[in-house]
Structures are given as structure tokens and as C-alpha cells.
């Protein structure tokens, strides 16, 4: 049975649920922009294993680093993984358990991670780290040096299989159990950023660069 | 080489920073119950899948539950998958690109899920789903059919092979970074719940019960 789909590969086609799927590539980066953390899953000795790691985009790609010898790296690099980014946005309350919800944002990204082997982009693409995050932090920081460079890898995937869900709004009760004296609602979640902390060993007057309060989370 | 180690089991001997590593059961517990929001990492036709889907927890078991047709419900019984829940805290700005770090809480949870069979211990877990998150509320409710009872399945996680990983706190920086008039600290972020809403479906003078106002989440 061919269903109508935007899907770019059948492995990203979202089955259960399907009205709540997008594929555009809009709808996929704002979530995978919303924040900083994803899950990424990889078969390890034919067994399911999945990781949280900090991930940014910059453009068509989804990138993550870490030490040369950790295993998220090295068993991922040049690997089909599962990249999972997902945003809980509140509990949908309806007039049954099973009518019970959540609105989220999320993103499955499928693909080959390729490892990043020149040093010099190796260079640009840990500057765009920090940039992607907090725009402006990269000169304002000791200079990366050689050795920290050599000790870590970056991990690259491309934003090409992938898909969005989205649940927003109300619960979604059987017709009749509206007119059931049961309270329905969403109680909102989001994240939210708190005031910096200033590290105790800040040197006397260095003051916080007003541009990190730009960050964005959630 | 042997490393002196609580982990219940090789796969599960975080060694990465594993001084940030945690086994004990009520640490892993606690990462587990803050947020109702997993990722269920499992393999299908030899390739990794990571699906974010809602769990609780009761006593020994995480628990997540789906339509019998989904793929996370159909691909995961009886199989090996590997459940991760993670929060990020914080963002961690050292004064040098690679001191940048998160602070999180994060864990990882080894085992075969188990689907619940027997109807009536079906709907004891499905009644503990709305219980865990929401005391109470289950005797508010329209009561379960046996239609969405049949409809329905219940996963089963052991929390078993379990570890925990958790940073707080400042940038860690090179003993030398500390020297410069660069700030360091944390930009701290949680997760909120917002004031509830109001279906407007619900029937006039149906009342919010207080209770939900008990939920927790981060």
C-alpha cells in the first residue's frame, strides 16, 4: 500500500501517527536547534546502544565532538547511527488514560556519521561549535591548541533522512467524553535558562560578555 | 586491565569520564523519574533506531506504553534495546573551547523489554502510568475499555543493567587558563511547568483538580 509522503527514504517515513509528521527542512532544523543535546543510537556487537551527547547544525549537517577515544566516537565514525533530538513541551490531560498525551517536538535523523579528518576543518568546525551556540565566545578564548586538536573528533551527519513530529494543543477525547464532568487540559513545560553563575576563580573585574545571555534554549 | 568498578555489568562500566559515573539504584531512580521522556534505542534489520517515547517507573521496571501496531511496541518485544534519559542543566563556558562542557544527568538502561500479556496486570500498569505521574487522577477518570485495552501494549524494562552519569558545577579549565581575564561559568537551564490550560471544551464549572498541580518535572 504506497501511502502520499514527503518522507525522503521509507525508513524515515513516520507510520504511527502520521498527520503529526513533517519532513520540510524548516520544521527539522528548529527543533534540532531548540537545544543542544541529542540522543545518538549506534549497534555495537549487534546490540542497541544510544548516548547523549551535545550536538549543533551548521547548515546541511548535524555535528558532534568528543575525545578521539570515546566509544560514541570511534563506534560511530563511518557508521549508520540514529540521531534523536526531542523537546517535551507539556502533559496532555484528557477524560481517559488512554486520551492521556504529551505535546513535543522531535527529530530522527538517520545516516552514516563520517568523521571529520582534516585538521584544519576539523578547526573551523570545533569554531562553529562555539559559534553556533554563542556567536562572538570563539575570540574571546584561549586560543585551541594543537594537542587539544589532535585528542578530539568530530562526528558529522548529514540533515537529509530525517523527520520531524510534532504534537501541539488540547487532548483528544472520544467525542462523548466531552460531555463528562472531567477536567482536560495541558500543563506547559518548557526550558528555561536561569541567571549565569560566575565561576569563583573569575579574575577580579572580568565581567560576563553580555552576549551570552542571547543563548536560546528550548 | 580490571578497573575497580560498581557496574552491574561490562556493557553497562561507563568508561568515558567515568568519574561522573553513578550505579547506585537510587541515583539511577531519581535521573529516571525526573522527566516522563526517554529514548528507546533498539535494531532493526541490523541498523539503529532511536525513538523518544514516555515511560515511568515503578519499583524495579520502567515502563513505557503504545498503540499494538507501533513499531517501538512491535521491534522492542522480547528484544535488546537500550533506554537513555537525559537532562541538560546547564551550559558550562570554560576560557577555552574545549573546557566548554554541560552539565547534565543522564541515564542508560541495558535489558530485553517485556511486553505485559495478562489483561488485568495490563491495566494495574496502565493505571500506574496515570498514578506515577499524576496521584489521584485515575479514579477522575472515564474508566480504560477492554477495546483500548486490547488496543494497547505495555513494554517492560528490568532497571537492571543501569548507569547514571551526572556533571555539575564550573568549568574545570587548565590550571594556567585560570590566569586570564576571561569569564567562565554556567548559563544553568531547567525544565518549568507553566500555569495549566484550560481545555475549552471542558464543561462549565469543571474545576482543575489541585492535585495536578503536584506534578514535578527536572
Known amino acids: 500500500m504506497a501511502i502520499k509522503t514527503d518522507a525522503p527514504s521509507e525508513r524515515t517515513r513516520v507510520k504511527r501517527g502520521f498527520k503529526r509528521a513533517k519532513y ?26 544510544v548516548t547523549p551527547t551535545s550536538h549543533w ?14 566509544r560514541l566516537i570511534k563506534k560511530c565514525a563511518g557508521k549508520e547511527v540514529c540521531l534523536s533530538v526531542s523537546l517535551l513541551d507539556g502533559m496532555v490531560m484528557g477524560r481517559s488514560a488512554m486520551n492521556h498525551s504529551a505535546n513535543y517536538r522531535s527529530v530522527m535523523l538517520f545516516g552514516k556519521a563520517s568523521l571529520i579528518k582534516d585538521r584544519d576543518e576539523k578547526r573551523e568546525k570545533l569554531k562553529g561549535m562555539i559559534e553556533t551556540l554563542f556567536p562572538g565566545r570563539w575570540d574571546m578564548l584561549r586560543p585551541i591548541t594543537d594537542k587539544e586538536l589532535k585528542a578530539t573528533a568530530v562526528l558529522c551527519l548529514p540533515v537529509d533522512e530525517a523527520s520531524a513530529k510534532i504534537r501541539t494543543g488540547f487532548p483528544v477525547d472520544d467525542e462523548e467524553d466531552y460531555a ?22 573569575n579574575l577580579e573585574g572580568v565581567e560576563m560578555p553580555p552576549a551570552l545571555l542571547n543563548f536560546k534554549i528550548g
Open 24 to 49: 520540510d527542512r524548516q520544521t527539522v532544523c528548529d527543533i534540532l536547534d531548540a537545544v543542544p543535546m541529542c540522543n545518538v543510537a549506534f549497534v555495537l556487537d549487534g546490540m542497541p546502544v
Open 57 to 70: 547544525r551548521e547548515g546541511d549537517h548535524v555535528y558532534w565532538h568528543g575525545s578521539t577515544k570515546s
Open 180 to 201: 463528562l464532568p472531567i477536567w482536560g487540559g495541558v500543563l506547559p513545560i518548557s526550558m528555561q535558562m536561569g541567571a549565569p553563575i560566575d565561576d569563583p576563580r
